[in-house]
């Protein structure tokens, strides 16, 4: 184990951090740590890919807006754009109707 000394307003935000989340201060470095070198391995990947596009600082909604354009992701379904009108003339009428019925009957009642 090697020991560090901090500065002075890193250290209390170490202990602010560790309170709140009621865990060590060793725990909380660790993890910033791990986060940190997985960062770096996904921006250097990424890096080796894109040498001459320029990469938003990793932290920051401009990256994440990057990685979310090099990593598309698809729900699977593809046709409910194209069902929007079927959906909407079809199923929302049928539960709007049902709707009203309910409600003519509780007014019955």
Known sequence: ????????????????????????????????VRQYLASQTILNAVEDEDENKEIPPVGTLAHLAYLAERNPISSGHTDTGARADEILNDEFADYLISRQQNQNNDAVE
């Not at 090697?2 to 890193?10: A, F, G």
């Not at 209390?12 to 060590?24: G, I, N, T, Y």
């Open 1 to 32: 184990m090697t020991e560090y000394v901090l500065p002075r307003d890193l250290e209390q935000q170490l202990e602010v951090v560790a309170q709140r989340e009621q865990r060590s201060q060793d725990e909380v470095l660790q993890d910033a």
